[in-house]
C-alpha cells in the first residue's frame, strides 16, 4: 500500500468523466488499498478515484468515528433520493475551503464491491452527502459548483 497525491481543483483529471470497472485486476485492487491509506491518511470521509489520478468509477467511504463503516464502491449508480440537507461540505481537493451545500437526505445506491458482488446501499445524513458528493467526482463535479453562496477558509490547525 502507498499513499498517492491528491489532486487539487485546478487540475484537469478531476472535471473528467470515470470509465466503469469491468473487473477487478490485481492493479485496482492495489489502488483500492492505496485510496483508503490515503483517504485515512488525509483525515477524509471520501475519496474517489479521480481525486488520485485515476479516471475509474471507485469511490471508498468511512463517515465513522471508528473505521468499521468503510464503504468500497465500484460502478455506483445512485437509484433514489429523497428529502434534503444544507450543511457545511469541503473536499480533500479543495484544501482548507468549505461552502454550504443542499444534498439529499437519504440516498439508495447500487454499487459493485472489491470482489464485483453488486449490492445496495442506503445512507442518510453524512452518509447519504458522502455518496453525493463522491459520486459527483466520477462525473467529472466539484462540490464548488453546488455551493449556495461563497467559499470560506476551514479553521484547522496543520499536524505538519
Do not use: W
Amino acid at each position: 500500500m502507498a499513499l498517492r497525491q491528491i489532486r487539487v481543483q485546478g487540475d484537469t483529471i478531476l472535471e473528467k468523466e470515470c470509465r466503469k470497472v469491468d473487473e477487478v485486476t490485481p492493479k485496482i485492487r492495489d489502488l483500492i488499498e492505496d485510496m483508503i491509506e490515503t483517504m485515512y491518511d488525509a483525515n477524509g470521509v471520501g475519496l474517489a478515484a479521480p481525486q488520485v489520478g485515476v479516471l475509474k468509477q471507485i469511490v471508498v467511504i468511512d463517515t465513522s468515528a471508528d473505521g468499521e463503516g468503510l464503504y468500497v464502491l465500484i460502478n455506483p449508480e445512485i437509484l433514489e433520493t429523497s428529502g434534503s440537507q444544507t450543511g457545511e461540505e469541503g473536499c480533500l481537493s479543495v484544501p482548507g475551503m468549505s461552502g454550504v451545500v443542499t444534498r439529499p437526505d437519504y440516498v439508495k445506491v447500487k454499487a459493485y464491491d472489491e470482489n464485483m458482488e453488486e449490492f445496495i446501499l442506503e445512507g442518510t445524513e453524512l452518509l447519504a452527502r458522502a455518496i453525493c458528493h463522491e459520486t459527483d467526482h466520477l462525473h467529472g463535479k466539484l462540490y464548488t459548483e453546488l455551493v449556495e453562496g461563497e467559499l470560506h477558509r476551514v479553521n484547522y490547525e496543520e499536524e505538519e
